[in-house]
């Protein structure tokens, strides 16, 4: 696929996106249809996030999501997908074990589903992982700050590396990620100064949800831009529709159609 098409973005376009000072655009898909959408109008990045555990399952946390599950949904996207660079994420357990544990999982994830990328949680404590799956050959997008895994260790979704001590850590994580060979790093919810300095300290591409605009690309969860729940509105997602209401408009109106006997018309019917 990357021989056939010139213009596929790889872990390699996207470190020389950087390097050019060109901002790296990134949504989340579970899905084909919107991950042919996203391919088809240029997206760069486009990650099957583990937060389908809350958008897709409607799960409290994404601990329950399963490599299976992530399989599946990485599979359907797949099919959309030819442009952008295709990241998965590595559910809770399926890398933390052991390194060996690590390499079946990540491995097993790039055989089966045609992505070209993992992303994996944490700092200090996954550095030989991380090493190891480089090492092997399987790329890896690292991601700290808010790092919904740990939520029980944190104990609310509030923005991390406020304080000073932790400020500094996920700055020194983020040197030893680049050390260990991540071809970039997502930084979720941390203050924009933070992030900033983050971005400027290592030569991979920063991707910000919740960092402010100094981070060198953003990403989103797909349905909180496309206002699909009217109840979530954290304030660092810019809704660009509102499709809950026009969804749940067409629904009403399908429902009445059908209760009134307008639909289906004569035009509509063999
Ligand atoms: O699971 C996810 O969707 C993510 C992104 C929000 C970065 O980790």
């Given amino acids: 696929m990357i021989l056939e098409n010139p213009r596929k973005i790889t872990t390699k376009v996207i470190q ?11 949504l989340t898909a579970y899905d084909y249809i919107i991950a042919n959408m996203l391919d088809e109008v240029g997206i760069d990045i486009i990650l099957v996030g583990d ?8 799960q409290e946390t994404t601990l329950p999501v399963t490599v299976d599950e992530i399989i599946y ?8 997908v030819k442009r952008a660079l295709l990241v998965v ?5 399926s890398y ?11 491995g097993r994830v790039l055989k089966e589903t045609g992505a070209e990328a993992v992303k994996i949680e944490g700092g200090k404590p996954m550095l030989p992982t991380i090493k190891r799956l480089v090492e092997v050959g399987i790329p890896v997008m690292g991601h700290l700050g808010l790092t919904p895994q740990s ?9 991390r590396g406020k304080q000073k001590q932790e400020a500094e850590s996920i700055l020194q994580d983020a040197k030893a990620l680049e050390q260990v060979g991540v071809f970039s790093l997502v930084l979720e919810k941390i203050p924009s100064s933070l992030a900033k300095k983050v971005t400027n300290s290592i030569s991979i591409p920063t991707i910000g949800i919740g960092a402010g605009p100094y981070c060198d690309g953003q990403i989103l969860v797909v349905y909180d ?3 699909m729940f009217e109840d979530f509105q954290p304030k660092f997602v810019r809704k660009y529709a509102e499709l809950s209401k026009t969804m749940k408009n067409a629904f009403r109106n399908y429902i009445k159609d059908i209760k009134t006997g307008n639909f289906p018309s004569k035009e509509e019917s063999f």
């Fill in 73 to 80: 949904h990485t599979k359907a996207v797949r099919k959309g």
């Fill in 89 to 93: 994420d590595m559910p809770f357990l």
């Fill in 151 to 159: 939520i029980h260790k944190f104990g609310s979704y509030d923005v």
């Fill in 16 to 26: 020389r996106m950087k390097k050019d000072g060109e901002k790296i655009s990134a």
């Fill in 96 to 106: 933390q074990i052991s390194i060996e544990d690590a390499i079946r999982n990540c």
């Fill in 51 to 58: 937060s389908l555990g809350n958008v897709f399952q409607g």
């Fill in 225 to 227: 831009m496309l206002g």
